[in-house]
Nanobody
Framework: QVQLVESGGGTVQPGGSLRLSCTTSGWIFGVYVMGWYRQAPGKERELVARHFHDGLTNYANSVKGRFTISRDNTMKTVYLQMNNLVPEDTAVYYC??????????????WGQGIQVTVSP
């Protein structure tokens, strides 16, 4: 079974920083993209950032210049450095990974979500 486990969430004041981590385990190969999404109460899930296997990244306009996504050398652990946090960043953050498994040539997998709260 492919599993994604997030860590690093919590509560921070506006202007503060948090660093989220997500590690993928199980028989998944060619993890060509990993990313972070978030969902606020009453809102739909939205893209925050993605990191592709060739190192390219993209970000939601709302986090550009404040958040940085990166992956380690295994390409199965992804990080999200969040700086200058604002209350609008409050949400449950979900890690995602896309790759090949023994069951499917291509599939999308998700973590359980982790809470980030930005409050004065």
């Amino acid at each position: 079974q492919v599993q994604l486990v997030e860590s690093g969430g919590g509560t921070v004041q506006p202007g503060g920083s948090l660093r989220l981590s997500c590690t993928t385990s199980g028989w998944i190969f060619g993890v060509y993209v990993m990313g972070w999404y978030r969902q606020a109460p009453g809102k739909e899930r939205e893209l925050v950032a993605r990191h592709f296997h060739d190192g390219l990244t993209n970000y939601a306009n709302s986090v550009k210049g404040r958040f940085t996504i990166s992956r380690d050398n295994t390409m199965k652990t992804v990080y999200l450095q969040m700086n200058n946090l604002v209350p609008e960043d409050t949400a449950v953050y979900y890690c995602s990974a896309s790759g090949t498994t023994l069951e499917k040539p291509s599939g999308d997998y998700w973590g359980q979500g982790i809470q980030v709260t930005v409050s004065p």
